[in-house]
């Protein structure tokens, strides 16, 4: 296993941990049955308010909530080299293959497939209707739920090189980097929305569950980051950070 608790700072690597963790928690807690649904609905709230936020700021800089904005309003950036994709058509939807991506090689690593597979089966879904609910994205297969390759298609992306350009520029300028939250942020988001929905949905299993997950990343990146994951909790997922 790689050692990474010597790293500085957050990255996807403590996300996708998180998650699996708490989903595994919940599965031996509850049952499959029973747990999978409420990691559903949580994992659907999570991306949801990721995507009105993205929304929120195309709206601040007159961009209209279409599939181009869409992709060009992320709020994480992948770590060197955790990453590759191909773009594999481009017009009139876009089609991209990811064959290497930092969650699926973190829950591989760990052994943590069969749970950290729920958040592929939700995310794209949710990301996308919090921007713009009229908007289509296919999830045609992701790795750790089987396929060899996650594909994506953006419909109505129309990658033109016109737009290719105004999206390249978007990226690089604006919003450019201030579109992307650190990853204590997203980690924060994703521990207080897996804890609210899980306690609704479960009562006090899962409580217990989301507490099991939380001891399980304390043990492995100490007790500092477990703070800076539960300082997030009375934040508000649904607006803007102050300064962003």
């Known amino acids: 296993m790689p050692d990474i608790h010597e790293q500085e700072g957050f990255s996807e690597a403590q996300h996708a941990l998180l998650f699996a963790w708490i989903s595994r928690a919940v599965m031996e807690t509850v049952g499959e049955q029973k747990g999978q649904e409420a990691i559903r609905k949580a994992v659907l709230r999570y991306g949801t308010q990721r995507g009105k936020r993205m929304a929120l700021r195309a709206r601040a800089n007159g961009d209209p909530l279409n599939m181009l904005n869409y992709m060009a309003y992320g709020e994480w950036k992948a770590s060197p080299g955790k990453m590759e994709q191909a773009m594999v058509e481009k017009s009139p939807h876009a089609r991209i293959h990811i064959p290497k991506c930092p969650w699926y090689t973190t829950w591989d690593e760990n052994g943590l497939l069969p749970y950290g597979r729920y958040y592929c089966l939700v995310i794209d879904e949710a990301l996308a209707s919090g921007f713009n609910p009229e908007l289509q994205i296919d999830v045609n297969g992701t790795r750790s739920n089987g396929a060899g390759q996650c594909e ?33 942020y997203h980690v924060g988001h994703l521990y207080t ?36 994951v539960v300082a997030f909790q009375n934040t508000d997922f649904d607006a803007l950070p102050v300064g962003s």
């Open 193 to 228: 929305t897996l804890k609210t929905v899980l306690t609704t949905e479960l009562g006090a299993e899962g409580q217990k569950a989301v507490e099991q997950g939380l001891a399980e990343f304390k043990a492995r990146f100490g007790e500092q980051a477990s703070q800076n």
């Open 152 to 184: 994506f298609i953006y419909h109505d992306a129309n990658l033109t090189p016109t737009n290719e350009s105004i999206l390249a520029y978007k990226k690089a300028v604006v919003p450019g980097e201030s579109a992307v939250m650190p990853w204590e």
